[in-house]
């Protein structure tokens, strides 16, 4: 528990062997570090077995697959995987995805396009069930999957409000991705800001933040609002457990909310529609991403993941090597 | 806020003219005692406007039809209206219900045929989705709604936990009501006596009380479980809101649960398959429940109500009129 250190992170070298029979060997170009990454710190009985100590963090990476022994994978493809933090990476076949990087970056398929982006698109499709007239509120607005789910949902013809943690982050909200209002957490309780942003109350949550921001989101949720829970990054670093809302047993009754957590990985059954929907959006411009891409190879990636962990990303934050 | 006092409470004594044209006068014999009658003592926005003072108390009530102005309602009847606390009510006939007293106490339709009986059928079948396999727990599992509530996941197979507030209770839910596993709430941190009432998990938690009790809950469910909120008793008598679940954001993303908020009000239309299966169950005998009566007339209401707070009632609390 409490926040990461650099100090918790340590960089080793190993032989790369050539592929055996079925394997690519890939030459990483971007790694992804995501808020999930720091549940996994820990020996907490949670859906993901914890990292274990001196191996690699696992996670998104997108790379060039440098020698191949797998029928339908040539050297030069661009592939995704799940094997993370490394420069190089030796990859089952199987559990290597060719994507198109000829139209958009590669480090697309780690945000917007990738498991950022459908967790978006479950989470308020799906999940808080979003129907004609909802008035939406999504926190960590500027976020890789926030601003995908505000973005969806105004695509859809819903007013959408956000909130980030910095008036640059606001202002990106408000003027390049057209949310309806947005603000900053800090300027005051989130309740108010929230009362304030959305007078007439929201009838989905989109819920990245957990702490004041789930307690203030029920507390203005109009009848029958659902909230999906997606992540409680306010908590991650806490090192005790934070009460829950205070004024849950009372609204969620009289409003006869629903708040509903969930994973994205139960869901990749959807990544097809995701695919083609949200694919075409972001193809005609009219779904927006920006990245932050860390520079410094691997050695910057525990540095990048800590600050992400206190909101430097806008958008989908990757580490690019080589 | 606060408990309420008996100096709350006044009695007043007024004219009762005869019935208009389409009304009915009741003399009542069983008036209701509820828990969701603390929330409209309290000028706080809720789905029920607040009790006015210098008001009756409304909430369910039978009696018998003493003078009718109304077709199909002839002096005898026995009816279930919901004019409340008082000795004799001018019902307009369009909110009476005729019941039929011949086989069953006139006061089971304020308790386990009436609005607590289908809180617990919609609770569990409807919001909490109860499925082939679902270990169940109840809270408040003596009470006029869980007692329902757990005798109806018995009956359909499957393995239920009870939480009460006494000795007596918690025997009467296992060697009465069949309940595998009961506890008493003071004999512990409610989290750990739940884990050994049910060391496998839970699937289903249908909420009666909030507080540690959800606490507890969420922390023993498993995947995908869902919780049904129908009340959180423990809460109504606080002067300030308590803290929600501790673990919340964590537990409630990790296991992918749900959890809803309820009131019977939205499901009246689950009335007739409810008044078939439930009512076959209680003419059957397969489906028990008990009555505290309270004896003392009108004058008795205010502290039967108090008591009911604090736990007095097993089953459905009624006080008798005349």
New interface residues.
Partial sequence: MGEPQPSNFALAETEVADPADGELIVRNTFMSVDPYMR?RMSD?K??AAPYEIDHAMHGGAVGEVVASAAEGFAEGDTVLHQLGWREYATVPAKDARKVDATRVSSSAYLGVLGMPGLTAYVGLLDIAALKDGDIVFVSGAAGAVGSVAGQIAKLKGHTVIGSAGSPAKVAYLKDELGFDAAFDYHDGPVHKLLRAAAPDGIDVYFDNV??DH??AALGSSRLFGRTA????IS?YNATE???????????????????????VL?SFDRFPAFAQEVGAWVASGELKFRETVVEGGIEAAPQAFIDMLNGANTGKMVVRLG
């Fill in positions: 549940g907490a949670s859906y957990g702490g789930l307690e829970v997606c992540g409680s908590t457990l934070p009460p829950g809302p205070r004024n849950f047993g009372n609204v969620v009754v009289s409003k006869r909310l629903t708040v509903r957590g969930f994973l139960d």
